[in-house]
C-alpha cells in the first residue's frame, strides 16, 4: 500500500467517524426513539438529528444538528430549532427548552414546555398555551419545507 493511499484510507475513516460527533452506539436508541419512550410522538423534532446527549437519571437532554432548522406547518405556525436543543425529559412531559421557538403575528416566542395530555399536546411559551392533536406529529418535518416539501414556495429557510 502506498502512503497516498495509506493517508486517502486515513482521511476517510476520520471524516466518517467525525461527521457524527455525538452518534450513540447501535444498541442505543435514537432521539426519536427516546421521544417514543416518554410517550411522545416523533414529529415534535424535525429530521436531520445528528446525535443526542442523555441523563437517564435526571431526564437532562440535548439534541444537535448541523445547522439552524425552520419550517413552516400549515401555512400558519413557522418553527425554528436552535442546536443544540436542550430541556429536561421524562413520561408526558418536555420541560426548560431551550432551542425551539415559535413565530407568533411579528415576535419570536421560545417554547418553554410541552405537555402530553391524553390526545392532546400543550405547548407553552411561558405566558400562553396552546394545544394541538398528537396525531398532527406522527411525522418529522423537514428543515426548510416541513410537512410540505413538494412545494418549493412553502420554502422557509434551512442554514
Not at 67 to 85: A, D, R, T, V
Not at 108 to 113: A, F, K, P, Q, T
Not at 142 to 156: E, L
Request: aromatic letters at 12%; one cysteine or more.
Amino acid at each position: 500500500m502506498s502512503l497516498m493511499s495509506f493517508l486517502s484510507a486515513i482521511l476517510f475513516v476520520l471524516i466518517v467517524c467525525c461527521s457524527t460527533p455525538f452518534a450513540v452506539g447501535d444498541d442505543e436508541p435514537s432521539a426519536y426513539e427516546v421521544l417514543q419512550e416518554n410517550n411522545f410522538p416523533v414529529g415534535l423534532l424535525p429530521r436531520g438529528v445528528t446525535g443526542y446527549e442523555i441523563n437517564k437519571k435526571t431526564g437532562d437532554f440535548s439534541a444537535f444538528f448541523n445547522g439552524s432548522c425552520s419550517f413552516s406547518l400549515e401555512n400558519s405556525y413557522q418553527l425554528k430549532y436552535e442546536p443544540p436543543i436542550k430541556g429536561v425529559i421524562s413520561e408526558d412531559k418536555l420541560k426548560n427548552l431551550k432551542g425551539v421557538s415559535v413565530k407568533v403575528v411579528f415576535v419570536w416566542l421560545e417554547i418553554v414546555e410541552v405537555v402530553r395530555n391524553g390526545d392532546k399536546l400543550q405547548f407553552s411559551v411561558g405566558v400562553a398555551s396552546a394545544g394541538f392533536p398528537v396525531e398532527n406529529f406522527v411525522e418529522c418535518p423537514h428543515c426548510g419545507c416541513g410537512m410540505d416539501c413538494n412545494k418549493s414556495s412553502d420554502f422557509v429557510s434551512s442554514f
